[in-house]
């Protein structure tokens, strides 16, 4: 008996989903709504290599909800053998250290803390909303983005901010992706075959939005965002680290608003802030061969935050075993990871130039065989470790 658990990741404007089957990690559906609120919404929905489209307007997460459903009536898996539903959830804020089976409770605990993560928790919620009222009868669980990294030490996770005020608004250090950083920090000990609690290590997590983590023996002890997704490193639309200062310089200076300034640093920095529009790593590279001055200086400011992570990172572990490379950038750029190792290679970071230009979806080792560091890639797979975590809870 299969055992299908559908995972679901809403964003503000879109659904993503899977169904998994954690008895042997086969997906048996992927799928996806798009552009939900606006006139020309779709569904995508794909099984057994065969793509179903539905165009049709969506109004709100409960319709696109809706509309996942017939797609599975029609095209099958059916939803009557989902044992449960992991959602996503972008902030567990320091309520929630684990994933946790859901009830009204968590759903008002989940509201309190979307001040927090005002752009992803409120259609998180829409979603769990909706898919309890479609899916009544099985268990829901959330599963954190915050969650691995709540083991991080006070003096990592504290801003040197007046601490009244920051207990006052729960503010400190709380950090994404946590959900990417935990299975492929597992996967690499499995890799290396050595106990996850023995390996020191660093993952950069490199997609559309990135972060870096700094991993002693399995425990999680700094990571590059903050208290928002913003901080950290230089990412596709979003700035990463800046001076704390320019945000009341801008206000004084060019007389903008905090949500002007909220939609500068997230939606106009960044890859794209830096030339004018490209985001993609792809279209970087074609605009940098072509000789545009403002791409190469892009790529440049963004190896750079990258590498004086990682330096910094390395001290604080006092050395490390393996360094990974993860998401749509670190997985499938080999330039980005050669000009990190290029400028780490003093501090034993030795790359064997051939096995990093080879493409794959397999996990896989990149570094030189006598490299004090193992340099390593590894495909992230969000959606089958919050499957795996949904499992977990319900058999607990
Ligand atoms: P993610 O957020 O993990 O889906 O990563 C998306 C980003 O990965 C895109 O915006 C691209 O910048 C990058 N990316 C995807 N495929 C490639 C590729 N083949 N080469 C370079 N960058 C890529």
Same mark, same amino acid.
């Given at each position: 008996?299969p055992t299908?658990? !559908?995972? !679901?990741?809403?964003?503000s404007?879109s659904i993503? $989903?899977?169904?998994i089957?954690? #008895? ?14 606006l006139?020309?919404?779709? !569904?995508?929905?794909t ?8 165009d ?8 696109a909800? /809706?509309?996942i ?6 095209y099958?898996?059916p939803l009557?053998?989902? +044992?449960?539903?992991g ?7 320091e309520a929630?250290?684990?994933p946790?089976?859901i009830d009204?409770?968590?759903?008002d605990?989940?509201r309190? !803390?979307?001040? @927090?993560?005002p752009l ?9 909303? &909706?898919?309890m009222a479609?899916?009544?009868d099985?268990?829901?669980?959330a599963v954190?983005d915050?969650?691995f990294?709540?083991?991080l030490?006070?003096e990592a996770y504290t801003y ?8 006052e608004? %729960?503010i400190?250090k709380y ?7 935990k $299975?492929?920090?597992?996967r690499v000990?499995?890799l ?5 609690? /023995? +390996?020191?290590?660093i993952?950069c997590?490199l997609g559309n939005g990135a972060?870096i ?7 999680a002890?700094?990571? %590059? ?5 913003l ?7 979003r700035? =990463?680290?800046?001076d704390p200062?320019?945000h009341? $310089?801008?206000?004084?200076e ?5 949500a002007e300034?909220?939609?500068l640093l997230n939606n106009r920095s ?8 490209t985001s #993609?790593?792809r ?5 940098i061969a072509?000789g545009d001055? *403002?791409a190469?200086l &892009? $790529?440049?400011?963004?190896?750079h935050?990258?590498?004086?992570y990682?330096?910094?990172y390395?001290a604080i572990?006092?050395?490390i075993?393996a360094i990974?490379?993860?998401a749509?950038? =670190?997985?499938?750029?080999d330039a980005v990871?050669?000009s990190?190792?290029d400028?780490?290679?003093? @501090? ?8 990093n230009?080879?493409?794959s979806?397999e996990?896989?080792r990149? %570094?030189?065989?006598? %490299?004090?560091i193992?340099?390593l890639?590894?495909?992230?797979? /969000?959606?089958?470790?919050m499957?795996r ?6 058999? *607990?």
């Amino acid at each position: 008996m299969p055992t299908p658990i !559908l995972v !679901l990741n809403c964003g503000s404007s879109s659904i993503k $989903y899977q169904v998994i089957d954690v #008895d042997d990690e086969s997906r048996l559906a992927t799928g996806l709504v798009q552009k939900i609120g606006l006139v020309d919404s779709s !569904l995508e929905h794909t099984v057994d290599g065969i793509s179903h489209r539905i165009d049709r307007m969506v109004a709100d997460h409960q319709q696109a909800l /809706e509309l996942i459903v017939s797609a599975f009536g029609m095209y099958g898996p059916p939803l009557a053998d989902v +044992v449960a539903v992991g959602h996503r959830a972008v902030h567990g804020g320091e309520a929630f250290r684990q994933p946790v089976q859901i009830d009204a409770g968590v759903i008002d605990k989940l509201r309190e !803390l979307s001040p @927090l993560a005002p752009l992803h928790n409120p259609p998180g919620i829409a979603g769990i909303e &909706a898919a309890m009222a479609d899916l009544p009868d099985v268990p829901h669980v959330a599963v954190f983005d915050t969650a691995f990294f709540s083991t991080l030490p006070a003096e990592a996770y504290t801003y040197a901010i007046d601490a009244d005020i920051a207990k006052e608004y %729960s503010i400190r250090k709380y950090g994404f992706h946590g959900t990417s950083h935990k $299975y492929v920090s597992e996967r690499v000990a499995e890799l290396l075959e050595r106990p996850y609690d /023995e +390996v020191d290590q660093i993952v950069c997590h490199l997609g559309n939005g990135a972060s870096i983590s700094a991993i002693r023996g399995g425990v999680a002890v700094d990571t %590059s965002m903050g208290l928002t997704p913003l901080q950290g490193l230089v990412m596709g639309t979003r700035s =990463g680290d800046v001076d704390p200062g320019l945000h009341a $310089y801008l206000a004084r200076e060019a007389g903008m608003s905090v949500a002007e300034i909220d939609r500068l640093l997230n939606n106009r920095s960044g890859i794209s802030g830096l030339t004018g529009g490209t985001s #993609d790593f792809r279209d970087l590279a074609d605009r940098i061969a072509a000789g545009d001055v *403002a791409a190469k200086l &892009a $790529y440049d400011v963004y190896i750079h935050r990258l590498v004086s992570y990682i330096g910094s990172y390395l001290a604080i572990l006092g050395g490390i075993d393996a360094i990974t490379f993860t998401a749509g950038v =670190g997985e499938n750029d080999d330039a980005v990871r050669e000009s990190v190792c290029d400028r780490l290679a003093p @501090l034993g970071f030795l790359l064997d130039d051939e096995a990093n230009k080879v493409r794959s979806k397999e996990p896989r080792r990149i %570094s030189q065989p006598d %490299s004090p560091i193992q340099i390593l890639v590894v495909p992230t797979n /969000e959606e089958l470790a919050m499957a795996r975590e949904t499992q977990k809870v319900i058999s *607990a």
